[in-house]
């Protein structure tokens, strides 16, 4: 069983910061890419960043140069660091990663969602 637990979604004003954090526990052997999607009301579920285990990483256009995503392989944990953020960047906000079991299962796993909300 593998676990992906997120923290610091909350409210901010337009232009402010916040930090999302995803932790992974659990029966874990190695994890290979971790990213950060979001829903917003109405709409799909987008890819926001990722990041290899190599520190690889990739940005969805809306995101270039505000968001930073890293992560700490020690501590399976992947961070986005969100910067100048918009009333747009509203949604949920949910951790992924890309888990090798202590089993030998590979699957993907999700976390439980962590709401952003950018007031005007």
């Known amino acids: 069983q593998v676990q992906l637990v997120e923290s610091g979604g909350g409210l901010v004003q337009a232009g402010g910061s916040l930090r999302l954090s995803c932790a992974a526990s659990?029966?874990?052997?190695?994890?290979?890419?971790m990213g950060w999607y979001r829903q917003a009301p109405g709409k799909q579920r987008e890819l926001v960043a990722s990041i290899t285990s190599g520190g690889s990483t990739n940005y969805a256009d809306s995101v270039k140069g505000r968001f930073t995503i890293s992560r700490d392989n020690a501590k399976n944990t992947v961070y986005l660091q969100m910067n100048s953020l918009k009333p747009e960047d509203t949604a949920v906000y949910y951790c992924n990663a890309d888990v090798t079991t202590g089993w030998g299962y590979k699957g993907s796993y999700w976390g439980q969602g962590t709401q952003v909300t950018v007031s005007s």
């Open positions: 659990g029966r874990i052997f190695s994890i290979n890419a």
